[in-house]
């Protein structure tokens, strides 16, 4: 069971994060990784479909 203090723990760091000078960009480049490596998948499924 997740207490009091955990959740405000997890809160806490929650808006540090937030808060970082650099988290737009960070989340920016973490977006576009994920949009790169769903591009290779789907292209890695499009080929072996024609296998």
Do not use: F, W
Request: hydrophobic share 35%.
């Amino acid at each position: 069971m997740v207490g009091e203090g955990d959740v405000e723990e997890e809160l806490r760091v929650k808006r540090r994060i937030l808060c970082h000078p650099m988290y737009e960009l960070l989340k920016e480049a973490h977006l576009d990784c994920l949009k790169e490596k769903k591009q290779t998948v789907m292209v890695a499924l499009s080929c072996n479909q024609g296998a």
